[in-house]
């Protein structure tokens, strides 16, 4: 049974830090593309990064470009999201997908985790 599980989040300052955590189970990283979107309230869902399982392609929304990075630990089965410099427009849930196939682009995302919150507020 796939099952993803976010951690990580909590309150920050403005400018501060805070690595996210996307610990899968039932399937291996091996395989699959995973990806990190998010939702701030009253907004729509939006797309942040995204690990392809093979090729090693990432993708970093442009909003979070030069802030935001993701990698993985295939060894851990786990994907993480580093988050600098962050700005309270960051605020939001933030979610981990698993894709339906090893690369991220055209991917869909079937198998979400249940989230974790991030504010960013002074």
């Known amino acids: 049974q796939v099952h993803l599980v976010e951690s990580g989040g909590g309150l920050v300052q403005p400018g501060g830090s805070l690595r996210l955590s996307c610990a899968a189970s039932g399937f291996s990283l091996d395989y699959y593309a995973i990806g990190w979107f998010r939702q701030a309230p009253g907004k729509e869902l939006e797309a942040v990064s995204c690990i392809g399982s093979t090729d090693g392609v990432t993708y970093v929304a442009d909003s979070a470009k030069g802030r935001f990075s993701i990698s993985k630990d295939n060894a851990k089965n786990t994907v993480y999201l580093q988050m600098h410099s962050l700005k309270p427009e960051d605020t939001a849930i933030y979610y981990c997908?698993?894709?339906?196939?090893?690369?991220?682009?055209?991917?869909?995302?079937?198998?979400w985790g249940q989230g974790t919150q991030v504010t960013v507020s002074s």
């Open positions: 997908a698993r894709a339906n196939q090893s690369r991220c682009k055209s991917a869909e995302f079937a198998s």
